[in-house]
């Protein structure tokens, strides 16, 4: 009877910890609305430690490449931080991108929800 009163007592502990959400949850996306400039995740890295660069002269051209497309989008802030974009954010990225006459100094303004490092967008736009 001790023995099972252990164990319940245990299981009731990992339930409601799980139900709970436990140490190791993801923290709740919160629903974001940034503007920024619209970069490459290749040439943010590369560029780094010239922001101005990437907000000012990155290119429409260099957007198109194949390893800059291949490694995705995201915003950069005003306080230089780089917030990735999602699946579906990369996708209206290049989408935003073939349909303008822009040739750099994308800013942009992206509305979704912010998930730890990644941007889940759900509308992405030119800032007017």
């Known amino acids: 009877m001790k023995y099972s009163a252990s164990i319940t007592a245990v299981l009731l502990l990992c339930l409601s910890t799980f139900a709970l959400g436990g140490p190791n949850e993801t923290p709740q996306a919160k629903k974001v609305k940034l503007k920024g400039h619209m970069v490459d995740i290749a040439c943010s890295n590369e560029q780094k430690d010239d922001p101005e660069y990437m907000r000012t002269k990155h290119s429409k051209k260099c957007f198109q490449m194949p390893a800059c497309v291949k490694s995705g989008y995201a915003i950069l802030t005003s306080?230089?931080?780089?917030?990735?974009?999602?699946?579906?954010?990369?996708?209206?990225?290049?989408r935003l991108i073939a349909s303008t006459r822009k040739e750099n100094d994308f800013r942009i303004v992206v509305r979704g929800k912010l998930s730890g490092e990644e941007l889940q967008v759900n509308k992405l736009e030119l800032e007017k």
């Open 79 to 94: 306080d230089d931080k780089v917030i990735k974009f999602d699946a579906n954010g990369n996708d209206l990225a290049q």
